[in-house]
Antibody, heavy 120, light 109 residues
Framework: QVQLVESGGGLVKPGGSLRLSCAASDFIFSDYYMSWVRQAPGRGLEWISYISSRGDYTGYADSVKGRFTISRDSTKNSLHLQMNSLRAEDTAVYFC?????????????WGQGILVTVSS | EVVLTQSPGTLSLSPGERATLSCRASQSVRSSDLAWYQQKPGQAPRLLIY???NRATGIPDRFSGSGSGTDFILTISRMEPEDSAVYYC??????????FGQGTKVEIK
């Protein structure tokens, strides 16, 4: 059974940094594109970043471009999101999600999410 | 950038009733690029439908998807209490970029 477990969330001041991690298990991590999706309190889902299976391609939503960096370590089956210059509007639950291998058009497995709160 | 608009905002139905959820795109979307998710309170989203009409693994057959172009529908043929949730449509473009609708909340009366 595919498992995705996020860690690294918490409270951070505006302008601060945080690094999220996602531990993947029970599938061949290096075969899959991965992504981060977030959900602000009481709001809908917002895709923020993806990374290719080998880590050579990445993409970002405009809302985080230049501030967030996605990376992966296939030797440790882990996905990361380095978040810099954090703003109050970055407060959200952050989900690690696997992109379906066929076409990479939708998210077929999700982690339980980790809360990031940006507040002074 | 494609904008997805879901309606209604909230749907309140009795057990056994049929639910019809709409997802309208601001420009034409390929059917292969449209998916639906279910999210219950405090939980992660779960993939229901991909390619507009294909049920994901383990999804009951009371859930079905249809549509093409700019108009897509998620149908729950007979509401069960456990189907109370927020439902999101999502589309993919070749950037790649992924866009979600704002969600429809489905409640059991």
């Amino acid at each position: 059974q595919v498992q995705l477990v996020e860690s690294g969330g918490g409270l951070v001041k505006p302008g601060g940094s945080l690094r999220l991690s996602c531990a993947a298990s029970d599938f061949i991590f290096s075969d899959y594109y991965m992504s981060w999706v977030r959900q602000a309190p009481g709001r809908g889902l917002e895709w923020i970043s993806y990374i290719s299976s080998r880590g050579d391609y990445t993409g970002y939503a405009d809302s985080v471009k230049g501030r967030f960096t996605i990376s992966r370590d296939s030797t440790k089956n882990s996905l990361h999101l380095q978040m810099n210059s954090l703003r109050a509007e970055d407060t959200a639950v952050y989900f690690c999600a696997r992109l379906a291998v066929a076409g990479r058009k939708y998210f077929d497995h999700w982690g339980q999410g980790i809360l990031v709160t940006v507040s002074s | 950038e494609v904008v997805l608009t879901q309606s209604p905002g909230t749907l309140s139905l009795s057990p056994g009733e049929r639910a019809t959820l709409s997802c309208r795109a601001s420009q034409s979307v390929r059917s292969s690029d449209l998916a639906w998710y279910q999210q219950k309170p405090g939980q992660a989203p779960r993939l229901l439908i991909y390619g507009a009409s294909n049920r994901a693994t383990g999804i009951p057959d009371r859930f079905s998807g249809s549509g093409s172009g700019t108009d897509f529908i998620l149908t729950i043929s007979r509401m069960e209490p456990e189907d109370s949730a927020v439902y999101y449509c999502q589309q993919y473009d070749s950037a790649p970029r992924y866009t979600f609708g704002q969600g429809t909340k489905v409640e059991i009366k």
